[in-house]
């Protein structure tokens, strides 16, 4: 690839002396300490700090500073010279960002490799090269609003994303301010209103569509740069307003509204640390409050060589030796805190707030190491600093350390779990259809070797029903059909993902009588009647409550079926007796229907990426087994249609079979990889219970012989 091309001017378009000087670059001790501000609310957000909850909204503080200081730093120029060179602004961008990057990547990889489980270091290169590339918030997005990604561990490098989202801004801004620039000294006019009126319109728009992607898919909007944009806006906003600011609120009769402002934006902050928290519809109109408060400090600010401001100010406290000594460190702690963090307690397990606030604050000592050795040397290099090509290589070469380093994280997993799946290779084992062994051959007991399928293919050991398990966003389920061709007669499956996830078993019971499936699947979505949130829209859940009511006006209007199997996961509500009125409304319309209904009981929940732990475990399967009081709580619901509760519905209870009596349930169980994630069954072991479902269906009454 070829450099950046470099736009220069000989005469400025004279700007004046006093629009220079307004944008003269000067030393903001207070702005030192507002980065202070910023990663200490981060930090005890990660950390789970009480009173913390909101402090995600630190990221805004650093996105507003940042687009004050980089388009105050344009703006000099422009002023200064009519235009600036973009060879040279990418080349100080690269020296101030990506060698402490850089190291924080590669050192992440090496901790990776001794500390995670080979199919999570694949997971993490991946990660690796995307934040390697400045894309690390775009390959998140895909991660965070795909429901069936939800249960993956979270990646070390996920901090990356605010990363990504400012190098794409600026990889736009900067090209458009100069383009303004060029324009106005062509035409003899001054840049600054041209500036302006873009600002105005980025900020306006990427605003707006902040609004339209909160309401219809949080992560978007949460992690996406267009949605973001309009924070750097602010900043920008600020930096063209700061010069008038400076002006209006200079002297000691201002005093008090410079404090007022300053305080007042300190407030702000600190209110939304406090009381936003995970179900905040955020960014929204939300981030407002922390990125106006931001700027609010900003304009309220001082310069250093300014003595006006009276000692009640916000500025004269941020700008203090201990605010201004955490704000020097606040960007490679924010580099260094998570990875530490993360690989502590994937290595740990999860752990309290006091220990994850000691881990983060110890963060600070490889924060102030690549500070020091890394960071600083680099950026004021006169060396480097004189050729802006000699920059340009060093952000280079700090993309391509950790992107070699990612390549081999990644191949040595690769080649590790591929030998695993030749381990595993052969078709699914046959299941036992009753007694306490999974399957009908178990064979010698194990305690460990290769486990089927194997945990990278278990992973996308998937029901094969891809479109009739309908995503978040849809509120009705196609026509899904399956099984024996023009059958007369159905199995309808229904229920959420815990129900899909039976389908190879229960498509194996309807094609031995010659039947077909029916499928009304939903991601994430209760088949009783409860109002939930999903996590992948990152609001409230209104879709389902459609899919429900049309998947059930569905069943009553279509001729009867001759089973209705339905499952559902059982945890969307604490509220037991909330939970049993609304079962007890939906098992009613399906039973009035005039078919006989099977109630699935939950299968075992084990909050955690099962196939990544199993990978790491081949040797002890016994290491991926979780308490059977955990994985596996009480179900009211299945307790009571057991002693006949409801005429018409019957329960199927296999979690015996699944979690056999003892302090605890496998993950493995006789060799078969029991589960893809951390809640659902892998294909695999719902086709090796589907003879022990159907021998309980039968038992039931609710089948007839195979073949009538």
């Not at 840049?191 to 900020?203: E, N």
């Not at 944009?229 to 010069?243: D, N, R």
Request: charged share 15%.
């Amino acid at each position: 690839m070829s450099p950046p091309v470099t736009l220069t001017a000989g005469t400025p378009v004279a700007p004046g002396r006093a629009a220079a000087a307004a944008y003269r670059l000067n030393f903001r001790p207070d702005i030192e300490g507002l980065r202070a501000v910023a990663i200490l609310t981060v930090l005890g957000f990660h950390a789970g700090v009480p009173f913390f909850a909101g402090g995600y909204v630190g990221v805004d503080v650093f996105f507003v500073v940042s687009g004050f200081l980089i388009t105050g730093l344009l703006l000099a120029r422009i002023t200064a010279h009519g235009t600036f060179s973009l060879a040279d602004f990418y080349a100080r961008r690269a020296r101030r960002i990506l060698p402490a990057a850089g190291v924080a990547l590669a050192a992440t990889a090496a901790a990776c490799w001794l500390l995670l489980a080979p199919l999570a270091r694949v997971d993490v290169a991946y990660d690796l090269i995307a934040a390697a590339f400045s894309a690390a918030n775009w390959r998140f997005v895909a991660g965070q609003t795909d429901y069936l990604a939800a249960h993956a561990e979270p990646s070390p490098v996920l901090h990356f994303w605010s990363l990504a989202v400012e190098e794409q801004f600026y990889l736009g801004w900067a090209p458009v301010l100069l383009l303004v620039a060029v324009l106005a000294r062509r035409w003899g006019r001054s840049a600054l209103p041209g500036i302006a009126v873009v600002a105005g319109v980025v900020t306006a728009g990427s605003f707006a569509l902040n609004l339209r992607w909160t309401a219809a898919s949080a992560p978007l909007a949460y992690l996406g740069s267009p949605s973001r944009a309009w924070q750097f806006g602010v900043g920008a906003t600020a930096a063209l307003a700061a010069p008038y600011a400076a002006r209006a609120l200079s002297g000691h009769g201002q005093a008090w509204a410079r404090a007022v402002l300053g305080w007042g934006g300190v407030a702000a902050i600190g209110w939304a640390t406090v009381t936003f928290d995970g179900l905040t519809p955020y960014p929204g109109l939300a981030a407002l409050v922390p990125t106006l408060g931001a700027a609010a400090v900003i304009l309220a600010g001082q310069r250093a060589d300014d003595r006006s401001a009276s000692g009640v100010q916000a500025g004269r406290l941020l700008g203090s030796g201990p605010a201004r000594t955490v704000g020097r460190l606040s960007y490679t702690w924010y580099l260094w805190h998570w990875p530490v963090l993360v690989l502590a307690q994937a290595r740990l397990g999860e752990l309290g707030w006091p220990a994850r606030l000691a881990l983060v604050l110890a963060a600070g000592v490889p924060a102030a190491l690549t500070t020091r050795l890394v960071e600083r040397p680099l950026r004021f290099s006169l060396v480097v600093a004189a050729r802006p090509r000699r920059g340009l290589a060093v952000g280079a070469t700090a993309v391509v350390v950790p992107l070699a380093a990612a390549l081999l994280l990644g191949s040595g997993a690769i080649r590790i779990l591929e030998g695993n799946a030749r381990d595993a290779a052969g078709p699914p084992p046959v299941g036992a259809a009753g007694g306490p062994w999974l399957l009908a051959q178990p064979g010698p007991a194990r305690h460990g070797g290769p486990v089927r399928p194997a945990p990278a293919q278990a992973r996308r050991d998937f029901p094969p029903i891809a479109g009739c398990e309908v995503p978040p966003e849809a509120t009705l389920s196609p026509p899904c059909r399956y099984g024996t061709p023009g059958a007369r007669d159905r199995i309808v499956l229904i229920g959420d993902s815990h129900a899909g996830q039976w389908f190879t078993a229960v498509d194996e019971v309807a094609r031995r009588r010659g039947w077909s499936v029916e499928v009304l699947v939903k991601q994430g979505c209760p088949l009783p009647k409860l109002t939930v949130r999903s996590p992948q829209l990152g609001r409230a859940y209104t879709e389902c409550d459609t899919w429900r009511r049309q998947a059930l006006a569905r069943l009553a209007a279509g001729p009867r079926p001759r089973l209705i199997v339905a499952a559902s996961l059982n945890r969307y509500t604490g509220d037991a007796r909330a939970l049993a009125r609304r079962w007890d409304d939906t098992l009613g319309r399906l039973a009035a229907t005039g078919a006989p209904v099977a109630y699935l009981r939950d299968t075992p929940t084990f909050g955690r990426d099962v196939p990544t732990c199993v990978s790491g475990a081949l040797q002890s399967w016994s290491r991926c087994a979780v308490a059977r009081e955990t994985a596996l709580p009480p179900d009211r619901l299945a307790e009571r249609l057991a002693r006949g509760g409801r005429p018409g519905v019957s329960v199927v209870d296999l979690t015996g079979t699944l979690c056999p009596p003892g302090p605890d349930c496998p993950a493995v169980r006789e060799g078969v990889l029991l589960y893809r994630d951390g809640a659902h069954l892998t294909s695999t072991a719902a086709t090796v219970l589907a003879p022990r479902l159907e021998f309980e269906l039968h038992r039931l009454g609710l089948l007839p012989e195979a073949g009538r």
